[in-house]
Nanobody, 124 residues
Framework: QVQLVESGGGLVQAGGSLRLSCAAS????????MAWFRQAPGKERHFVAV????????YYADSVKGRFTVSRDNAKNTVYLQMNSLKPEDTAVYYC?????????????????WGQGTQVTVSS
């Protein structure tokens, strides 16, 4: 069992940057695959990025590749999403999610634990 709390969202102008954090509490954070998803109003929740439990591999949605970076600090029980070159279409609620390894799947149904989300708004 793990609890997740996202933070770092806010309003930013196009081309700017934000760093989201996901703080975890509970057992064995380092044993979880961690992922980021996002959901815009009226849209489905979509995969953004995922990182293996060891932090040695990362995968990204094509829409954010080259702009976003996911990382983790297991000593701090925290996963991050660095977002650069933000675009208005990045506007969404961003969610942190966790699942047991080894799979790094990109489907919402594969994740057992979710945070409450943090709003990211990119103005044009």
């Amino acid at each position: 069992q793990v609890q997740l709390v996202e933070s770092g969202g806010g309003l930013v102008q196009a081309g700017g940057s934000l760093r989201l954090s996901c703080a975890a509490s509970g057992r064995t954070f380092s044993s979880y695959v961690m992922a980021w998803f996002r959901q815009a109003p009226g849209k489905e929740r979509h995969f953004v990025a995922v990182i293996t439990y060891q932090g040695d591999r990362t995968y990204y949605a094509d829409s954010v590749k080259g702009r976003f970076t996911v990382s983790r600090d297991n000593a701090k029980n925290t996963v991050y999403l660095q977002m650069n070159s933000l675009k208005p279409e990045d506007t969404a609620v961003y969610y942190c999610a966790a699942r047991l390894p080894p799979n790094v799947v990109m489907s919402t149904t594969a994740y057992d634990h979710w945070g409450q989300g943090t709003q990211v708004t990119v103005s044009s």
